[in-house]
Nanobody, 125 residues
Framework: QVQLVESGGGLVQAGDSLRLSCAAS????????MGWFRQAPGKEREFVAA????????YYSDSVKGRFTISKDKAKNTVYLQMSSLKPDDTAVYYC??????????????????WGQGTQVTVSS
């Protein structure tokens, strides 16, 4: 029933900015967090950012802190990831995810309930 659809990925140059969107449908009222993960070829899926759905607490990985900003528009059931000062190391498929309550840390992908199909972000040097 839950569907998450990412958009906004593309090819940009180092130093550029990009905003990803995640449109959610069928999202349970009890949803606890929304977030973003990314996965580069040959690497494990890694946590990027998360935001609580009912209030405004945000969390970021050390690699993106200060450059990326996660935000939400609850009226539109949409989560955003504003990415600035992009680096080639940011190149990955970016996935939107939703987490139900009492599922543990936001850090681990296994603790998240639903996933989008991903959108490719490529940063050239």
């Amino acid at each position: 029933q839950v569907q998450l659809v990412e958009s906004g990925g593309g090819l940009v140059q180092a130093g550029d900015s990009l905003r990803l969107s995640c449109a959610a449908s069928g999202l349970p009222f009890s949803t606890y967090r929304m977030g973003w993960f990314r996965q580069a070829p040959g690497k494990e899926r890694e946590f990027v950012a998360a935001i609580t759905w009912s209030e405004d607490s945000t969390y970021y990985s050390d690699s993106v802190k200060g450059r990326f900003t996660i935000s939400k528009d609850k009226a539109k059931n949409t989560v955003y990831l504003q990415m600035s000062s992009l680096k080639p190391d940011d190149t990955a498929v970016y996935y939107c995810a939703s987490q139900m309550p009492y599922r543990g840390s936001y850090y681990y992908p296994a603790n998240w309930s639903y996933w989008g199909q991903g959108t490719q972000v490529t940063v050239s040097s």
